[in-house]
């Protein structure tokens, strides 16, 4: 058991991934439809981002591929008519995606006691999104590029006991950086005399952690935690102008991040047929970075030292740091088994905002508390043409979330008028599953 899980465990760390979309959106229409209440809930592949302690509840091989498509409606409105704005972001992308996941128990000695899972999330447009909007221009933190991005999560949970399960889990984001790219030119001669560059992807490893204690079958208890994880940039740069300066530059910075987080939650069966979870989930928020991109020059050169001007032209841009301030969320979700072949579900979450208001200068940073409400309906049937020997699983959800009027007051002095801002989200999500 202990070499399975390790090589397991090491085909993970070759994944590229994080998960902020299911942060966003939830994992899957029954948790889209139930708040994302499922730390104690999950049962299917999503688990392996929910809690990897409950994937060993499965005694069944789970396969599902999704589809999921989520729009923001942002409002974005300036106090002062006679100045500009620049809504170059005020209004965030689709979100269209699509999920595959597996849930595989292990056989063997360890059957019942071992079972593995993995999910990839493929957004329709592109891979990976880096973007860094200028610090005047308002853009959506949580909506504008965070669910750009090729998301894996996997994990392993372990029986310990008939009442205790953990689980072991890996994040892996990749960092753009590199050694740098230079150019040397010869002015006087009108020529590239030299041109070379040297980027790479590096591997950001998080872990994450799950349990599971079960004192009944009708009641579940579980707690999860998800390290932080951000995709790093950083981009060196030079340009020698031979015999005159040379012109040196850095742009740095984090995007796709997610921070610290401990959910818990309860499940509690009420009847055979009626489920009950809710969740608390604590994000600590305040040690996010700057979302801005940073920059620093630096031109240096004989003949600038000679005039006295070796240093005077250098400049690093200002990093405000976001301020953003921990968070706490609920979620509660509902499930009514009408009958083995169809159910229906309803739930709703409070996510309170971790940005402060953008008074400020230089920042403008959109984003407000959200209220989620969703509903979904899941049903299976048996295959006609026979291929299948399991019924066949659909599930499908529909969601909406609503984001508080907030105010940023500028100052008369700041490039940017005062606006006031609100959004609003709806999303589907439709999911097949199959057990073999």
């Not at 789970?62 to 209004?91: H, I, M, P």
């Not at 300066?245 to 610290?260: C, D, N, R």
């Not at 250098?314 to 706490?328: H, K, N, R």
């Not at 229906?344 to 959200?370: E, W």
Request: proline share 6%.
């Amino acid at each position: 058991m202990t070499r399975a899980l390790s090589t397991w465990l090491v085909l993970l760390a070759a994944a590229t991934a994080h998960a902020t979309v299911y942060d966003t959106y939830g994992f899957g229409p029954r948790a889209a439809s139930m708040g994302g209440a499922m730390t104690a809930e999950a049962k299917d592949y999503s688990a392996t981002f929910y809690n990897p302690a409950l994937l060993v509840e499965r005694k069944d091989v789970n396969f599902g591929l999704s589809f999921q498509w989520n729009k923001l409606d942002g409002e974005v409105s300036k106090k002062d008519n006679a100045r500009t704005l620049d809504c170059t972001y005020c209004q965030a992308p689709d979100s269209v995606g699509y999920t595959l996941g597996l849930l595989f128990p292990l056989g063997g000695k360890v059957k019942n006691r071992v079972a593995l899972g993995v999910a990839l999330y493929v957004p329709s447009g592109k891979l990976v999104r880096v973007l860094a909007p200028d610090p005047n221009a308002p853009f959506w933190f949580h909506y504008q590029s965070h669910p750009e991005r090729v998301t894996i999560h996997a994990g392993a949970g372990i029986r310990i006991f008939d009442w205790w399960t953990i689980g072991l889990g890996v994040q892996v984001l990749a960092d753009i950086v590199g050694s740098g790219a230079s150019v040397e030119v010869d002015l006087f001669n009108k020529t590239v005399t030299s041109r070379q560059i040297d980027a790479h992807l590096a591997t950001r490893v998080a872990p994450m952690f799950g349990i599971q204690i079960k004192p009944k079958d009708w009641l579940r208890f579980g707690v999860t935690y998800r390290s932080e994880m951000a995709l790093k940039y950083e981009i060196p740069a030079s340009v020698n102008l031979k015999g005159v300066a040379t012109l040196a530059f850095v742009i740095q910075g984090y995007t796709h991040y997610t921070p610290h987080i401990v959910a818990f939650g309860g499940a509690w069966d009420i009847t055979d047929d009626f489920t009950v979870s809710l969740d608390g989930e604590y994000n600590r928020w305040s040690g996010a970075p700057s979302p801005y991109v940073d920059l620093s020059i630096d031109l240096s050169g004989d003949t600038l030292k000679a005039l006295g001007l070796n240093d005077a032209l250098d400049l690093v841009s200002p990093v405000q740091p976001p301020g953003f301030a921990d968070t706490f969320n609920a979620r509660l979700g509902v499930e009514y088994r009408i009958s083995k072949r169809i159910a229906g579900r309803l739930g709703g979450f409070y996510r309170p905002t971790p940005v402060p208001k953008q008074n400020a200068p230089t920042t403008n940073i959109l984003d407000g508390t959200a209220i989620g409400i969703g509903a979904g309906i899941g049903f299976n049937f048996d295959d006609p043409l026979e291929v299948f020997q399991s019924p066949v699983n659909i599930d499908f959800a529909t969601q909406a979330q609503f984001l508080l009027p907030r105010e940023a007051t500028k100052e008369l002095t700041d490039p940017v008028p005062s606006y006031s801002y609100s959004a609003k989200m709806v999303g589907l999500t439709i999911v097949i599953r199959y057990d073999f």
